[in-house]
């Protein structure tokens, strides 16, 4: 697109930030980086797209949701390396369920309105992942998470091999409630130790999706 010419992509290492408003309030609701592509969905589409640098993918606003945005108006600021959008938005803007992402101060005050409920909308781990990463800056006297970040990789790797280890002998004696509950203790420390590591469970996804249709064996070969 020949309008895209007018944005300074050289010195913006191919993402430009957008900062999204309420085109009614004016209220500034999210603010996400878009490449060359994801800006093109954009306009071609009418609905923000973006590119998420976590989940190293082009994702639209609203994709698992629902509450989508549909632009009004685009605009690019002086220094050509940024744009601001002009949204519709239905339902909230925020995975935490708040009307915008911009809803807790640097004190740790939120905002006094109602969130929605989110939990119908997302699943147990796009919903477990963000809390584990707000847990890197929890109290490690009183957050079971955060003592694991503080004692390390080392600790955080030896609580995934005994989980597995746990998981693998209820297996082994057929004992389907504690089939439940280690799987569940071992998801837990395996979301601790991406959350550590920075590595956002769509990459997983991914990667498993990409494997669809490729018989195991394929695979390992493909790797070697």
Not at 64 to 70: E, R, V
Not at 129 to 153: C, H, M
Not at 171 to 191: F, G, P, Q, T
Not at 210 to 218: A, K, Q, V
Request: net charge neutral; proline share 2%.
């Amino acid at each position: 697109m020949k309008k895209l010419e007018k944005i300074a992509w050289d010195k913006l290492n191919g993402l430009i930030p957008a900062i999204i408003q309420d085109y009614a309030t004016k209220e500034v609701l999210m603010l996400a980086f878009m490449n060359r592509e994801a800006l093109e969905l954009s306009l071609s589409t009418g609905y923000t797209h973006f590119y998420s640098r976590s989940k190293e993918r082009i994702w639209k606003k609203g994709e698992q949701s629902g509450h989508i945005q549909k632009i009004h108006q685009i605009f690019l600021d002086c220094d050509k390396d940024s744009v601001l959008l002009e949204v519709e938005q239905v339902g909230v803007v925020c995975h935490t369920g708040h009307k915008t992402c911009f809803f807790k101060t640097l004190e740790g005050s939120c905002s006094s309105y109602e969130a929605l409920n989110t939990n119908l909308i997302y699943g147990v781990v796009d919903r477990l992942y963000p809390i584990l990463l707000e847990r890197k800056d929890a109290n490690p006297k009183t957050s079971y998470t955060a003592s694991l970040y503080q004692k390390g990789e080392n600790a955080i790797a030896k609580k995934i091999v005994e989980e597995a280890a746990e998981l693998g002998f209820s297996i082994k004696d057929r004992r389907k409630e504690d089939i439940v509950y280690e799987a569940a203790d071992l998801l837990y420390h395996s979301l601790v130790g991406l959350a550590y590591c920075d590595v956002n469970p769509d990459l997983i996804r991914q990667e498993l999706i990409r494997r669809f249709g490729l018989s195991g064996i394929e695979e390992k070969q493909a790797r070697g």
